[in-house]
């Protein structure tokens, strides 16, 4: 699995897989595609207030889904683009060391907490566009607003695996044997 993600960028495997460059990835490669599904979605939204092919209370629904997770997902991309991140390549710098300098362990948690919330809801509306199967009669716009919103949803679980598998756990060990390091000098001092 992880090589499918070191083939999006063409540089040291390495270097990819440390604490700084899978920020990089993120946002240089996901973090784009995301905003960018968001966008043509958002477009066809707003111009559609109802949805021919769904009933009415499904219509409203799905979009008020959609505008809550397209809400969710720009709020922490700032988080992690203005606090999370800096905070990973200034203690981390490619390195297997951290500097020392804590974060509060609060804003991984609410970052892991705010990732099942956007998984929530992902699958509620997948859940509404019958698992984003259309029908053959449907309009043009339409089958192309449900495709994006599968390649959305594609995007958004890769991108939360890259976090929750590879960087947090990296950044969360990389401060335990710190920690240790720190307990154990002290020890013999």
């Not at 270097?15 to 240089?28: E, H």
């Not at 809400?71 to 020392?100: A, C, M, Q, R, W």
């Not at 959305?152 to 920690?179: G, R």
Request: aromatic share 8%; glycine share 2%; hydrophobic share 35%.
């Amino acid at each position: 699995m992880q090589s499918m993600f070191l083939n999006r960028l063409d540089i040291d495997s390495e270097a990819v897989l440390s604490p700084t460059g899978l920020c990089d990835l993120i946002q240089k490669e996901y973090q784009p595609e995301i905003i960018s599904s968001c966008k043509l979605i958002e477009k066809y939204f707003s111009t559609h207030a109802y949805i021919n092919e769904l009933p009415s209370p499904v219509s409203e629904v799905v979009q008020l889904l959609f505008r809550k997770l397209d809400d969710e997902l720009k709020h922490l991309f700032l988080k992690e683009s203005g606090i999370v991140f800096p905070y990973i390549k200034k203690n981390y710098h490619n390195t297997k060391k951290s500097t020392g300098n804590k974060v509060d362990p609060k804003v991984f948690d609410s970052v892991q907490h705010t990732h099942q919330t956007i998984i929530t809801l992902i699958q509620n509306i997948r859940k509404l566009l019958n698992n984003y199967v259309v029908k053959s009669s449907s309009g043009k716009e339409w089958k192309q607003c449900v495709s994006e919103l599968f390649t959305l949803e594609s995007h958004i679980f890769q991108w939360i695996h890259i976090e929750q598998s590879l960087l947090y756990p990296k950044v969360i060990n990389l401060k335990i044997a710190d920690l240790r390091k720190n307990n154990h000098k002290q020890a013999l001092n």
